[in-house]
């Protein structure tokens, strides 16, 4: 009877803790841009270069080593969908080591507050920790006010090497263009 009943609490204590921080996440938009207002260039705005490095000791939106950003307006608001590495812990609390754990967030461009966050499995390339940093891969992209903006950050392979998929847009004429940073 005991062991049953800790079995039962076992599974309550695991459930609240899969469940905690979880609120409805909307899925990412199919390309980089879309369903933008007519402009790439939110009022406001925290520039990636700007936040990057401060990011994860500052929002709660971040579990630890940010893999990818995007810039989307989504329910009339602009919002950085933040990807990031996580711990994921068993039944009794103890982190596992699983380099696939990750978490996704929606963060106010503004105030960088979270807004809505889920557990995600990391692809290959997100689990790559080696190679540039995604601060340094920011400050190499050339962005700079008043253009270009970056608008995704996405890890990826390159001939077998990580390197970040960059999207930037010209806030001037809202056109993207794409390179890689290694």
Not at 146 to 161: F, K, T, V, Y
Request: negative net charge; charged residues 25%; contains cysteine.
């Amino acid at each position: 009877m005991r062991s049953g009943r800790m079995l039962g609490i076992g599974l309550a204590v695991a459930a609240a803790i899969g469940l905690s921080g979880c609120t409805a996440v909307p899925a990412a938009p199919s390309a980089v841009g879309q369903d933008y207002p007519g402009t790439c260039m939110p009022p406001e705005l925290s520039w990636p270069t700007d936040f990057l490095e401060s990011l994860p000791g500052e929002s709660d939106g971040v579990a630890g080593s940010i893999v990818g950003l995007r810039l989307e307006y989504s329910d009339s608001r602009w919002v950085w969908r933040l990807r990031s590495a996580d711990t994921r812990h068993d039944l009794f609390g103890e982190p596992q080591n699983d380099s696939s754990a990750g978490r996704e967030s929606i963060v106010d461009v503004r105030t960088l507050e979270k807004l809505a966050s889920h557990e995600v499995e990391l692809t290959d390339a997100e689990q790559h920790s080696s190679g540039t940093g995604i601060l340094d891969a920011a400050l190499r992209s050339g962005e700079e006010w008043p253009s270009p903006l970056i608008i995704e950050m996405a890890r990826a392979m390159d001939d077998g090497e990580p390197a970040w998929r960059i999207t930037m847009c010209d806030t001037a004429t809202n056109e993207f263009s794409e390179h890689l940073v290694h």
